[in-house]
């Protein structure tokens, strides 16, 4: 599912290499569910008639960050020195205090729309709300800018990668006032 999400996605396309892409996706999003959401964070999912429409993992940035990069490089292929440089140069933008990171959440094409990612993502931004801890993310799809804007994601920088990669926006979502129940 998440394979098929981000096949055309600017991030994917600049960063994992172009032969058999959507397969490389596919097993790239897969080690972020199995090595970095279930192991040290948290996978949420939305179906729709049993059959899972939309992935969110959420890392806690003070959990332990699993080195998976021997992996990934593999996955990347010729595109995995694209992949460091774009992870070199947006390091310096992210949150130094604690937070919940995005990872990646990504909804079928076909169900876009129909309010799915905001049910999967809303969890873990509850939590977040409760325990007074911020939310973190990046996007590469200018699109996605306005759908986080209705989240209270608010961008924070903007930059476009070197050597004619995309453009990724930094966007934060300070806690929200928890409402008495």
Do not use: K
């Amino acid at each position: 599912m998440l394979g098929e999400a981000f096949a055309d996605y600017a991030w994917t396309r600049w960063t994992v290499d172009p032969r058999d892409h959507q397969s490389r996706i596919t097993s790239l999003q897969r080690l972020t569910l199995e090595h970095v959401g279930l192991a040290n964070g948290s996978v949420w999912v939305t179906t729709v008639d049993d059959t899972i429409q939309s992935v969110a993992v959420w890392i806690d940035s003070a959990a332990p960050n699993p080195t998976i990069e021997e992996l990934t490089a593999n996955l990347e292929g010729s595109r995995h020195h694209a992949s460091i440089a774009a992870e070199r140069q947006l390091a310096d933008w992210r949150p130094a205090q604690r937070h919940l990171y995005l990872g990646t959440v990504g909804t079928v094409p076909a169900m876009r729309g129909c309010g799915l990612a905001r049910r999967t993502l809303s969890p873990t931004l509850t939590l977040a709300d409760n325990e007074c801890i911020p939310a973190f993310l990046e996007t590469s799809a200018e699109s996605n800018i306005d759908f986080y804007a209705t989240l209270q994601f608010e961008v924070i920088d903007h930059r476009r990668l070197a050597d004619g990669g995309p453009d990724v926006w930094a966007m934060l979502r300070p806690p929200q006032a928890v409402q008495a129940r």
